[in-house]
């Protein structure tokens, strides 16, 4: 009997030491994997003209991203923006603090692994009828009784599923933390997309309002023609309907300006009536070499693949606590304490009393439920394996459609720029021809169209070329891991040693 003490304890620790159910191993993915068929080319060709959006690009493989990789594109007013919107936005602020109930949440659930104690005094006045014998308390039927308890509970974890249910909650925490780191990335993308969008828009609106005043001022010029018989009053209306289709072009580009101010204020955490810096369209520049990780570093960069990694973690976790559910438990229990009629006895000795007690439980039979549990628990396993590999495959593809936009962005650039030469080069042509009288003001007409599509295709282009390197830096997971979003400090994630 002496030596089966000492055995029986060392099976139960060796059976705590050990958790059945899979252990969690990161799928395979990736190995070979590329963004195209083809060789990724060294660089994104510029465009002639000179200006910010037609600069040359380097394309850097395997290189890695700044966490602030915004101040790249060199506007000081943009990244104090994004720096604002990283202290101040709400959404992420409320994030932040469901992200620390959520690892909160994860040692509750470690609490099982440890005893559980708790403390119970019950001081009482009583009154014994003296139809009863005998009568506690000194044999008197009026007394005092104090009740001092200790309540001492622990669970073995024989088979691990409590330390698979801590794994499971600790992953639930990381793909919120994920989530977050997600939730931030957006955050960027939008306000600084936002941005460029405002530019792009004031540009547009600009543009257009010249056209209009040149369209006024040859609207004067041929009234003074038609008043002059120079011309006919179908010729006059045509001007004057070509004025008015330029103005109508006005109030959309007006208020998606005035959209883009509002949201930009509701990112930065602000309300609409704030006056913020309007950036010009000229002062960003292209970032002169772009990072492009290689497809292995996605698996680690990306928050949508690790956020999917860790609901795979939390179902791979589930399928041992299904497991063990199944199985024998087994709960210890001890109650010492006192029972006393006056202070004065407390801690004295012959006044104490105690319980120690263990019970076993097996599940017999449950119209298997448990049995359908384990299985629901493995098929969850899959489907999160799937989706797993479906977030990977799609985020190569988010990738690999962004390094096509990039080429072909910059070649629409290169169109856009040598159309609008075309157009004003043909418009001052026209101009002075409509000055000698050698062509119709409807041609003229035509020339000024052609010219305003062309400007305001031109700004589009430029505004595209921007907002494809901001979508590069967040396809390739916008460099978080250089960051802390969290608005805290992450916890280490081994919970078996924690526990």
């Not at 018989?229 to 103005?247: N, P, R, V, W, Y």
């Not at 063990?324 to 006056?342: D, E, F």
Request: glycine content about 6%; overall charge negative.
């Amino acid at each position: 009997m002496k030596r089966s003490a000492p055995i029986g304890l060392l099976v139960l620790s060796l059976l705590g030491g050990c958790a059945i159910g899979p252990d969690y191993h990161r799928p395979a993915l990736l190995q070979k994997a590329g963004y195209q068929s083809d060789a990724l080319p060294g660089e994104i060709h510029g465009t002639p003209g000179g200006f910010a959006a037609g600069a040359r690009q380097a394309l850097v493989p395997g290189a890695d991203l700044s966490g602030e990789w915004w101040t790249a594109f060199g506007v000081p007013q943009l990244d104090a923006l994004v720096t604002r919107a990283l202290r101040n936005n709400p959404s992420l602020k409320s994030s932040q603090a469901a992200l620390k109930a959520a690892y909160e949440q994860t040692r509750v659930a470690g609490a099982p692994l440890l005893p559980s104690i708790s403390a119970s005094f019950n001081p009482t006045r009583n009154k014994t009828s003296q139809a009863l014998s005998p009568v506690p308390g000194n044999n008197a039927y009026l007394y005092n009784l104090h009740t001092l308890q200790l309540n001492i509970s622990y669970q073995p974890d024989l088979w691990g599923g409590l330390r698979r249910q801590v794994e499971s909650q600790a992953a639930q925490a990381e793909l919120q933390r994920f989530e977050l780191v997600a939730t931030t990335n957006t955050l960027i993308n939008t306000l600084i997309v936002a941005l460029i969008t405002q530019s792009s828009l004031n540009e547009q609106i600009r543009a257009t309002d010249e056209i209009v005043a040149n369209q006024q001022k040859l609207l004067a010029v041929m009234e003074k023609q038609y008043r002059l018989g120079d011309i006919s009053e179908a010729q006059l209306l045509a001007q004057k309907a070509a004025m008015t289709q330029a103005q109508a072009t006005l109030p959309p580009l007006r208020l998606q300006a005035e959209q883009a101010h509002d949201q930009i204020a509701a990112l930065i955490g602000t309300t609409p009536q704030e006056r913020l810096p309007e950036i010009p369209l000229d002062a960003y520049r292209l970032p002169g070499a772009l990072p492009v990780s290689l497809p292995t570093a996605l698996l680690e960069q990306r928050p949508d693949i690790r956020a999917a990694e860790s609901q795979m973690h939390s179902t791979s976790a589930q399928v041992g606590v299904a497991i063990a559910n199944r199985l024998p438990n087994v709960q210890l229990s001890a109650t010492p304490g006192q029972a006393i009629n006056a202070m004065s006895q407390f801690f004295t000795p012959g006044y104490g009393n105690w319980t120690i007690g263990a019970m076993v439980a097996q599940p017999i039979f449950q119209g298997f439920e448990l049995m359908h549990l384990e299985r629901e628990a493995r098929a969850n396993l899959l489907a999160a394996t799937e989706q797993y590999r479906n977030t990977v495959l799609t985020s190569m593809q988010n990738v690999a459609d962004t390094l096509h936009a990039l080429q072909e962005d910059s070649d629409g650039l290169t169109i856009s720029a040598a159309n609008e030469d075309a157009a004003i080069r043909s418009l001052a042509i026209s101009q002075r021809q409509m000055s000698y009288g050698d062509i119709s003001p409807v041609l003229l007409q035509a020339a000024v169209q052609i010219e305003l599509e062309a400007r305001l295709s031109l700004i589009q282009a430029k505004a595209t070329r921007f907002t494809d390197s901001v979508a590069l830096f967040q396809a390739l997971g916008g460099g978080w891991w250089h960051r802390n979003d969290t608005g805290m400090k992450i916890p280490g994630t081994d919970w078996h040693a924690a526990f």
